[in-house]
């Protein structure tokens, strides 16, 4: 180990750092709609549903400011708090369900959408190993506040082919909920020093942000010019999101007191 009255990574310091983010959001949408033909007997009932992983990648770019110090032996703990930018792309998901007869056609149209606010806090803890005189390696523990964005349309349509050729009635619902989440940050990194000020590092760095969840309940709306009944809570949409994100950092980090 260095010999010096100042331990090298010791100290407040300010750290700038770039990379590459990629934002995974598991999307759940499901939509039904009621509905009947007038004069024709029993109503019907149109569902759409699906469930997939949707992958978007971004830049990402962070600044931290923190205190590190040797606590035992070439053990090291750091903590320090940070703001994270990027231009977060929306994760979409559309379903669709379709159905066609002789007097009528129908289909159930479902957009959703999940999108983090480009702006992030948080703090972190990093324990690390001092293993060589120039290289410490460490892990990552903490928390990150965002707000989750997850908004969800199901759009149902209903064209005549008897009566009213080629009449449509459409009816919609929306649903959205932005809740602000408290994330939970994993990593690993390893920092090696150029100087005593002036040191680079490498970070991966996981972040689990839960779930979020809406729906809606609206009318299945009648025109008069359509031969179908006005259907009192009869479109249902609801919309849910799991989200995750890893991303690979490149930074520089300066001591300000060593």
Same mark, same amino acid.
């Given at each position: 180990?260095?010999?010096?009255?100042?331990?090298?990574? !010791?100290?407040?310091?300010?750290? +700038?750092?770039?990379?590459?983010? $990629?934002?995974?959001? #598991?999307?759940?949408?499901?939509?039904?709609? @009621?509905? %009947?033909?007038?004069?024709?007997?029993?109503?019907?009932?149109?569902? @759409?549903? $699906?469930?997939?992983?949707?992958?978007?990648? !971004?830049?990402?770019?962070? +600044?931290?400011?923190?205190?590190?110090? %040797?606590?035992?032996?070439?053990?090291?703990?750091?903590?320090?708090?940070?703001?994270?930018? @990027?231009?977060?792309?929306?994760? /979409?998901? =559309?379903?669709?369900?379709?159905?066609?007869?002789?007097?009528? !056609? *129908?289909?159930? +149209?479902?957009?959703?959408?999940?999108?983090?606010?480009?702006?992030?806090?948080?703090?972190? +803890?990093? &324990?690390?190993? %001092?293993?060589?005189? $120039?290289?410490?390696?460490?892990?990552?523990?903490?928390?990150?506040?965002?707000?989750?964005?997850?908004? !969800? *349309?199901?759009?149902?349509?209903?064209?005549?082919?008897?009566?009213?050729?080629?009449?449509? =009635?459409? @009816? #919609?619902? #929306?649903?959205?909920? #932005?809740?602000?989440?408290?994330?939970?940050?994993?990593?690993?990194?390893? *920092?090696?020093?150029?100087?005593?000020?002036?040191?680079?590092?490498?970070?991966?760095?996981?972040?689990?942000?839960?779930?979020?969840?809406?729906?809606?309940?609206?009318?299945?709306?009648?025109? &008069?010019?359509?031969?179908?009944?006005?259907?009192?809570?009869?479109?249902?949409?609801?919309?849910?999101?799991?989200?995750? /994100?890893?991303?690979?950092?490149?930074?520089?980090?300066?001591?300000?007191?060593?």
């Amino acid at each position: 180990m260095a010999n010096s009255d100042v331990k090298p990574f !010791s100290g407040y310091y300010v750290n +700038l750092s770039i990379g590459a983010l $990629q934002n995974a959001p #598991t999307i759940d949408a499901f939509g039904s709609a @009621s509905f %009947f033909r007038l004069n024709t007997g029993p109503g019907n009932q149109l569902n @759409s549903s $699906q469930e997939e992983r949707v992958w978007k990648n !971004s830049f990402i770019s962070a +600044l931290s400011f923190g205190y590190g110090s %040797f606590i035992i032996n070439d053990w090291h703990l750091s903590g320090e708090i940070f703001a994270n930018w @990027s231009n977060h792309r929306k994760a /979409t998901l =559309d379903n669709l369900a379709q159905s066609r007869g002789p007097l009528d !056609s *129908e289909f159930l +149209l479902t957009e959703t959408e999940v999108k983090l606010h480009n702006l992030e806090f948080g703090l972190d +803890l990093l &324990p690390g190993f %001092f293993f060589d005189t $120039q290289s410490l390696v460490y892990g990552r523990i903490g928390l990150a506040i965002n707000e989750l964005a997850l908004n !969800s *349309e199901s759009l149902f349509a209903f064209t005549d082919f008897a009566i009213n050729p080629g009449a449509t =009635d459409n @009816s #919609t619902v #929306t649903m959205s909920s #932005t809740p602000n989440k408290i994330a939970l940050r994993l990593g690993l990194g390893v *920092e090696h020093q150029i100087c005593y000020k002036l040191s680079v590092t490498a970070d991966y760095i996981y972040t689990y942000y839960g779930h979020a969840k809406a729906h809606e309940i609206a009318d299945v709306i009648a025109l &008069p010019e359509v031969p179908i009944a006005h259907v009192i809570n009869g479109l249902y949409g609801n919309a849910s999101a799991k989200l995750q /994100t890893q991303m690979l950092m490149l930074g520089v980090k300066y001591y300000l007191d060593v």
